[in-house]
């Protein structure tokens, strides 16, 4: 099926940095959702973005709908210990038939003191 | 509970043996999701529940994997003859309907497969 490509894959980065993250599709898409996944746990909502252009805040988190509708990132700014994760976008093609989301293959964060 | 529960948490099992994996989504959300996470890879769709509607099956990987919802509610995920690659986390997800488009995820069931 559909894939997104997720970049990059692992960042390992110092304590107070900025992260960025993005997702790219060759198909349209008109929803795109990022979850935060930590070990031993499910994948958690952070941001959702319904509408081409969007860009939205969560805390020091900031996620952005792609004009093309063929892409997202997210970015987070003065990284802390507790950001360490798996980040994995999500979306839903505008051709798809049913409520199905597409996940990207997630980006493992590493925040080193 | 408010969020989707799961269960086993874990499950280990010999090779050819069945196993049956329990999800319980939030309330009164119409929709069910259920995904294979192996490990260190994104997540991998197997089948989808809305309401009374037949489910969406695509996913699944062979004939050896089958869910049913009863009632509307809780979801079993029912492996045949497990095989040692089906060792993966199991992942369980909710989403209200009505147009929302967020999945809820419970905390997975860990399989291995000896």
């Known amino acids: 099926g559909q894939q997104l490509n997720q970049s990059p894959q692992s960042m390992f980065i110092q304590e107070g940095e900025d992260v960025s993250m993005n997702c790219t599709s060759s198909?349209?898409?008109?929803?795109w959702l990022w979850y935060k996944q930590e070990p031993g746990e499910g994948p958690v909502l952070l941001i959702a973005?319904?509408?081409?252009?969007e860009l939205t805040s969560n805390g020091r988190l900031t996620a952005q709908f792609g004009i093309t509708r063929k892409d997202s990132f997210l970015n987070i700014s003065a990284s802390i210990p507790s950001d360490v994760g798996i980040y994995f976008c999500?979306?839903?093609?505008?051709?798809?038939?049913?409520?199905?989301?597409?996940f990207g293959s997630g980006t493992q964060l590493t925040v080193l003191p | 509970g408010a969020g989707v529960s799961q269960s086993p948490s874990n499950k280990v099992t010999e090779k050819g043996k069945d196993v049956e994996l329990r999800c319980d989504p939030i309330s009164g959300h119409t929709a069910l999701y259920w995904y294979r996470q192996s490990l260190g890879q994104g997540l991998e769709f197997l089948i989808y529940?809305?309401?009374?509607?037949?489910?969406?099956k695509s996913g699944l990987p062979s004939d050896r994997f089958s869910a049913e919802r009863t009632g509307g509610s809780v979801s079993t995920l029912t492996i045949q003859r497990t095989q040692q690659e089906d060792s993966a986390v199991y992942l369980c997800a909710s989403r209200a309907g009505g147009g929302q488009e967020t999945q809820y995820f419970g905390p997975g069931t860990r399989l291995l497969v000896l």
């Open positions: 198909s349209i898409f008109n929803t």
């Open positions: 529940f809305q309401g009374n509607s037949a489910p969406d």
């Open positions: 973005l319904y509408k081409a252009g």
């Open positions: 999500a979306g839903r093609q505008v051709s798809g038939s049913a409520r199905q989301l597409t």
